[in-house]
Nanobody, 124 residues
Framework: QVQLVESGGGLVQAGGSLRLSCAAS????????MGWFRQAPGKERKFVAA????????YYADSVKGRFTISRDNAKNTVYLQMNSLKPEDTAVYYC?????????????????WGQGTQVTVSS
C-alpha cells in the first residue's frame, strides 16, 4: 500500500515562505520521480514542479520558476517544495505525486500515486 502524506501548508502573507513536505511509504522510493501539483477552487489541477529519481533533474511551471524549489531526500523517503515570495495566486491545495516514468511528469496523468493534499493560502 503506497501512501503519500503532505504537510507544511498553512496561511501566509504575500511575500512570505512555506516549505511543504511529502512523506512516502514506498519501499523503492528512489526509483520514483516525484511531483507537486496544485488545484485552486473551481480550477483544474496544474503542474508545479517535479524531480527525477536521484534529484539530478528538476522541472518547474513558468509561474513558479525562481520562487519555488523542489528537492528530495531518498534516505528519508521525502520530497520537499520550498516556496518563497508567495503570491495570492499561489493559493491552492497542493498535492504530491509519485511517477514510475519521467516521460509524462509534467502532466497529472503521468503519475501513479497521489497524496491527499495540503492547503496553502496566501493573503494579500
Amino acid at each position: 500500500q503506497v501512501q503519500l502524506v503532505e504537510s507544511g501548508g498553512g496561511l501566509v502573507q504575500a511575500g512570505g515562505s512555506l516549505r511543504l513536505s511529502c512523506a512516502a511509504s514506498i519501499r523503492t522510493f528512489s526509483i520514483y520521480a516525484m511531483g507537486w501539483f496544485r488545484q485552486a477552487p473551481g480550477k483544474e489541477r496544474k503542474f508545479v514542479a517535479a524531480i527525477s529519481w536521484r534529484g539530478g533533474n528538476t522541472y518547474y511551471a513558468d509561474s513558479v520558476k525562481g520562487r519555488f524549489t523542489i528537492s528530495r531526500d531518498n534516505a528519508k523517503n521525502t520530497v520537499y517544495l520550498q516556496m518563497n515570495s508567495l503570491k495570492p495566486e499561489d493559493t491552492a491545495v497542493y498535492y504530491c505525486a509519485a511517477a514510475r516514468s519521467l516521460v509524462t511528469i509534467l502532466q497529472a496523468r503521468g503519475y501513479d500515486y497521489w497524496g491527499q493534499g495540503t492547503q496553502v493560502t496566501v493573503s494579500s
